[in-house]
Each structure stands twice: as C-alpha cells, then as structure tokens.
C-alpha cells in the first residue's frame, strides 16, 4: 500500500466518519485474501505446511488420548468462501489448533485470593478480579502469548499478556498443533477479520450461540509459512498507519468540537450588562458565518438550530423597532374578547384567566412581555385533545391523526387512518378546520405538527391535543416558541409518568410564552426561516462531503493497492 498517497488524501478521506474503521477491515481482508503482499513461487507451500500440522495433531491426540477436533479437508469441489492465491490452501481451525474449553465456576469457588481467574470482562474493560484456590489441569491455565477467544457477547480474539492465569467458561484457548508450521501472529489477524465480518454483517448475536464444534470448522486460509509472517509485518506497519491517522482525526475533530462548542455557548449566554444585545448579535452573526468550517458532524447542525431558535425567544435574534405596537396593546382586544366571553359564561373560566395581566421579564427586552399559553388562544377553541376510543379502520371514513402523523412539512394528502363517523361525531370540538398546531401529549412528549389544508375535516387522537392561536399571535412564532429548549423543557418536566409518558392539557395551558410586538413576530419567523435553511444546506453539504469522502477513500485505496492486486491476478 502507498502509504504517502494515502497521507495526501486523507484529510478528504477522513470526512467520511468510519474512514479509518473501514481501512482496517480493508486491510485485514486482503490481507486473508493474499492480496496484501505478493506471493513467492520459492515459498513453501500450504499444503506441505497442513501435512506437518495434522502430523502433529494426530501425535498430541495419541499422547494425550484426546478425541480429534472435528476438522475436515477441503477439495477441489468444495464451494470455500473466497479464491485463494497459488501456494495457499484452505483448512478448518480444528486441523490447526485444539480448542480449548475454560472452566466453569459457582459463585462460592471465586475467591479473593489465589490464582486469577480470567474472565470476559479483564479481556475489555474490567479490573476487579476474581481468584481461585483450586489445582487444575494445565490446560485450563493460560500463560502470556496464548491465544485467547471470547465467545460471550463480547467476542473476538486476544493473544493474553498477563501472567499466569485460568481462563473462565466463556474463553477458549487455542493452542497450536505445530507452532513451527503456523504463525500464531498471522492466526489472530485472522480471526480479527472473522470477527469482525460476523459484526458487519449484523449477526454478531450469533455469537451467543457459538459452540466449539462450529468454532473448529470456521474455513481459514493457510498461506506459505514466509508469507504468513510477511503478512503479520504489512498488517502491522498499515495498523501503525492507521493508529497515526487516527489520532491526527480524533485531535482534529476535538479541537473542531472544541471551537463549535465555545461559539455556541458564547451565543447562549445572556450579553453582559457593558455588552448589550448588540454585542450579542455580533456573536451571533460571527458564529453564524464561519459555523460552515467547523461543522462536520450531524450534532454541530442540531446544535446551531436549537441555538437558532433560543436566540428567537430570548430577543436576540432580531433587532427591536421602537415604532413597532407595543404587545399589550395588541394583545388587548384578544384579553378582553376572552373576559368577555367568560362574563357571557360561554366559555369556562380556568386558573390562568387571572393572570392575564402580561409580565416583564427581566431577560427579555423592554418592547416584550409573557402570557400563559391558555391566554393565547381562541377561547372557543381551547387546548383540547381528541378521540379517546377511534375503533378499527374504516374505509371512507373521517381522516384520523395519531401520534406518528405529525409533521412540520412534507405532509401526506391525508392521515394513515379512518375512523367511523357515529365514533367521530361526539368529538365535533376537535375536529380540524387546517392550519392548527398539533402537541403530542402521550409518548413522544412535546412533537410539534401543522395541520394542512388538505386535513380539513379530520380528527385527532387523545396523544395529540390541538392548539389554534388568537389572531394577535402569530401561529408560526408561537410554533418557534414551543420548539425551543425553555418550553420543551417545561414539557418534559410538566410530564406524568403513567402507562406512558402523558402531558395534562391544564400544564400546557399553564406554559409561560415571550411574546414580542406583531411585527417583530414575523420578523423572527422569517429570520429563523432563513437560518433554518442554511443548516439544511449544511447537513445536505455534511451528507454529500461524507459520501464523497468514502467514494475518494476506496478510489485511493485501490490506487495504492493496485500493484499488490495485479501481481496477486
């Protein structure tokens, strides 16, 4: 492999996200394949290697009256699972090495002191050790440079450093027949490609029920002795490469987090008194402007909307117009109409109806002012959710909206499901007119939906409760209002944890809203609108980088490798 070509791709290469991932197991798998060194015609072959092999096999089952592995030959006719080079042949693990059982232990024979006892967790994350007292056969014992298999749902190979030890039930050891005739070094890169190939392939659950007399026919390629150890030195040298690389992207992408995450918290934080809400643009537009460069992960883009929309309802987003209608006086018809609906007793009065008086909040700006969430809208539509019991599907029946119908945008002509109009009826007060914003308000606790036109005459379900804002509210700010951090926060920690996760349409009501003047409302929609647009254009950016990315990596990857597969033809 062309190393230096490679090194002058791979800041390209690198936005792929598994870039370095996929180069390993591309190696490993030509390295099983012959495809990662060239073969020497001076070589011995495999198949005078095998001779020896099962030569010893057969002496260590007569010395140690063992039953023989299940082990078989393979012929010419056999399908194997890939073409080997001249000079390789193919066999089964039980032909190379027995595999060894460990030992079972009861909780009573764990001791705190006396030989270790290796289990799965001290082969990956574990240091608490358990011991045992008991003398055992040396082959329930491993030693360091023993090579080692987890089958647990860890799994994989391990050639064990450590001292001394016994190896639990749930680790085979696998000692070589002829440790002159086979390279324990080129085995273990082996089933490192093996291993890996069942996780690739979704399967690695199989694992689970991996027994020893399958382990002992997995197919392993047995190249030439020289070749083998030629093998071990290229994969090493390349892994070393890749390891290289791999720091170098880690530390790239840290510092890349790093600056992403400073910048946005500096845009999060309330603006010193001496700065102002000017400075606070300034950051603001600063970040918004060199954001491009830093992002090269999905989370960046997540990150920059829901500062987006903190910005919005916190008045930094937008700057204030001192001619624009105060909102208390905007608001005051719809306040008034409300009261007067409720002397008239044609509306019931609620808990929130004598706090419609608006606030000042300190952290706002002086032109906003905050109002319960019940206050805001249409006071002979009210926060209200829907069918309790819909019943089955019925064809041509009334269009029904569940929890997993909502949407922002990109909707179907029509809801999923139908629901038969004599159940539909007695919900009349829920029916859709287009235009509602929809809440989830069991399971999927604080999904926001726009009704369509085309929805018109519809009806929701008891998860969704309908929201129809007032005239002086403007739908689309209060929809960035409810997707940003404060109320989805608010949401969540209003939720009761019942049979499912359910918000009560009282506690929504209850929600405090920032509202600005009308005219600032619509400059914050379109403002957002604009923003949100550019983090599509990122992540649409981010997707295509990825995908080229991992296109230029296999290009160059067959470049550099070209020579080694056309000697290997």
Same mark, same amino acid.
């Given at each position: 492999?062309?190393?230096?070509?490679?090194?002058?791709?791979?800041?390209?290469?690198?936005?792929?996200?598994?870039?370095?991932?996929?180069?390993?197991?591309?190696?490993?798998?030509?390295?099983?394949?012959?495809?990662?060194?060239?073969?020497?015609?001076?070589?011995?072959?495999?198949?005078?290697?095998?001779?020896?092999?099962?030569?010893?096999?057969?002496?260590?089952?007569?010395?140690?009256?063992?039953?023989?592995?299940?082990?078989?030959?393979?012929?010419?006719?056999?399908?194997?699972?890939?073409?080997?080079?001249?000079?390789?042949?193919?066999?089964?693990?039980?032909?190379?090495?027995?595999?060894?059982?460990?030992?079972?232990?009861?909780?009573?024979?764990?001791?705190?002191?006396?030989?270790?006892?290796?289990?799965?967790?001290?082969?990956?994350?574990?240091?608490?050790?358990?011991?045992?007292?008991?003398?055992?056969?040396?082959?329930?014992?491993?030693?360091?440079?023993?090579?080692?298999?987890?089958?647990?749902?860890?799994?994989?190979?391990?050639?064990?450093?450590?001292?001394?030890?016994?190896?639990?039930?749930?680790?085979?050891?696998?000692?070589?027949?002829?440790?002159?005739?086979?390279?324990?070094?080129?085995?273990?890169?082996?089933?490192?490609?093996?291993?890996?190939?069942?996780?690739?392939?979704?399967?690695?659950?199989?694992?689970?029920?991996?027994?020893?007399?399958?382990?002992?026919?997995?197919?392993?390629?047995?190249?030439?002795?020289?070749?083998?150890?030629?093998?071990?030195?290229?994969?090493?040298?390349?892994? =070393?490469?890749?390891?290289? %690389?791999? /720091?170098?992207?880690? #530390?790239? &992408?840290?510092?890349?987090?790093? *600056?992403? +995450? !400073?910048?946005?918290?500096?845009?999060?934080?309330?603006?010193?008194?001496?700065?102002?809400?000017?400075?606070?643009?300034?950051?603001?537009?600063?970040?918004?402007?060199?954001?491009?460069?830093?992002?090269?992960?999905?989370?960046?883009?997540?990150?920059?909307?829901?500062?987006?929309?903190?910005? =919005?309802?916190?008045?930094? %987003?937008? /700057?204030?117009?001192? #001619?624009? &209608?105060?909102?208390?006086?905007? *608001?005051? +018809? !719809?306040?008034?109409?409300?009261?007067?609906?409720?002397?008239?007793?044609?509306?019931?009065?609620?808990?929130?109806?004598?706090?419609?008086?608006?606030?000042?909040?300190?952290?706002?700006?002086?032109?906003?002012?905050?109002?319960?969430?019940?206050?805001?809208?249409?006071?002979?539509?009210?926060?209200?959710?829907?069918?309790?019991?819909?019943?089955?599907?019925?064809?041509?029946?009334?269009?029904?909206?569940?929890?997993?119908?909502?949407?922002?945008?990109?909707?179907?002509?029509?809801?999923?499901?139908?629901?038969?109009?004599?159940?539909?009826?007695?919900?009349?007060?829920?029916?859709?007119?287009?235009?509602?914003?929809?809440?989830?308000?069991?399971?999927?606790?604080?999904?926001?939906?726009?009704?369509?036109?085309?929805?018109?005459?519809?009806?929701?379900?008891?998860?969704?409760?309908?929201?129809?804002?007032?005239?002086?509210?403007?739908?689309?700010?209060?929809?960035?209002?409810?997707?940003?951090?404060?109320?989805?926060?608010?949401?969540?920690?209003?939720?009761?944890?019942?049979?499912?996760?359910?918000?009560?349409?009282?506690?929504?009501?209850?929600?405090?809203?920032?509202?600005?003047?009308?005219?600032?409302?619509?400059?914050?929609?379109?403002?957002?609108?604009?923003?949100?647009?550019?983090?599509?254009?990122?992540?649409?950016?981010?997707?295509?980088?990825?995908?080229?990315?991992?296109?230029?990596?296999?290009?160059?990857?067959?470049?550099?490798?070209?020579?080694?597969?056309?000697?290997?033809?």
């Amino acid at each position: 492999m062309n190393a230096e070509r490679l090194l002058q791709h791979f800041d390209r290469i690198a936005e792929a996200p598994d870039a370095v991932p996929r180069l390993r197991r591309f190696i490993l798998d030509l390295a099983v394949r012959g495809k990662l060194v060239e073969q020497d015609p001076d070589d011995e072959p495999g198949t005078e290697l095998l001779k020896r092999i099962k030569m010893a096999k057969a002496r260590r089952n007569l010395k140690e009256k063992t039953k023989p592995g299940k082990g078989r030959n393979f012929d010419a006719n056999e399908k194997a699972a890939y073409h080997l080079p001249s000079g390789w042949v193919w066999t089964s693990l039980a032909d190379l090495t027995a595999v060894l059982n460990g030992r079972a232990y009861a909780k009573n024979e764990l001791l705190d002191q006396g030989t270790p006892v290796l289990r799965v967790g001290n082969l990956f994350t574990s240091d608490h050790w358990y011991y045992s007292s008991l003398t055992l056969e040396d082959d329930k014992y491993c030693n360091a440079g023993d090579l080692l298999f987890s089958w647990s749902a860890s799994f994989g190979p391990f050639i064990w450093p450590g001292p001394r030890v016994i190896y639990h039930y749930h680790i085979w050891k696998l000692s070589l027949h002829d440790e002159l005739s086979l390279d324990k070094n080129y085995l273990y890169r082996f089933l490192l490609h093996k291993t890996q190939e069942i996780k690739d392939s979704g399967h690695g659950v199989s694992m689970l029920h991996m027994t020893k007399e399958k382990m002992e026919l997995v197919q392993v390629p047995l190249p030439p002795l020289a070749e083998q150890r030629r093998i071990v030195a290229k994969v090493d040298e390349l892994m =070393a490469l890749c390891d290289r %690389l791999e /720091a170098a992207q880690n #530390k790239r &992408e840290q510092r890349r987090d790093r *600056l992403a +995450a !400073a910048s946005l918290n500096r845009i999060n934080q309330p603006a010193p008194a001496a700065e102002g809400e000017a400075a606070l643009r300034e950051h603001a537009r600063f970040h918004l402007t060199h954001f491009p460069r830093l992002t090269t992960r999905l989370w960046h883009i997540k990150a920059l909307r829901e500062t987006i929309l903190n910005l =919005a309802v916190f008045g930094c %987003l937008v /700057a204030q117009d001192p #001619k624009d &209608e105060p909102i208390d006086v905007t *608001l005051r +018809a !719809a306040l008034d109409r409300r009261a007067a609906l409720i002397r008239a007793k044609k509306v019931r009065q609620k808990k929130h109806d004598d706090l419609a008086a608006l606030t000042k909040r300190n952290n706002l700006p002086a032109s906003w002012a905050v109002e319960r969430l019940g206050n805001l809208v249409d006071p002979e539509n009210t926060i209200s959710y829907g069918v309790l019991v819909p019943g089955n599907e019925v064809a041509d029946g009334i269009p029904f909206v569940r929890a997993q119908d909502l949407a922002l945008n990109s909707h179907p002509e029509r809801p999923n499901k139908s629901i038969a109009p004599e159940i539909e009826k007695a919900y009349a007060r829920t029916r859709l007119q287009g235009g509602e914003i929809l809440l989830c308000v069991v399971g999927s606790i604080g999904k926001l939906g726009i009704v369509p036109p085309s929805w018109a005459g519809a009806n929701i379900a008891r998860a969704v409760a309908r929201i129809l804002p007032v005239p002086e509210v403007f739908r689309d700010y209060l929809l960035v209002v409810l997707q940003a951090k404060p109320l989805q926060t608010y949401f969540t920690e209003a939720t009761r944890t019942l049979a499912q996760p359910t918000l009560n349409v009282g506690l929504i009501e209850q929600a405090a809203i920032p509202l600005p003047p009308l005219a600032e409302q619509h400059r914050i929609v379109a403002k957002v609108d604009e923003l949100m647009a550019v983090c599509d254009q990122l992540e649409a950016n981010l997707t295509s980088t990825q995908t080229d990315s991992r296109r230029l990596l296999e290009a160059v990857l067959r470049d550099a490798l070209a020579p080694v597969l056309e000697a290997a033809a």
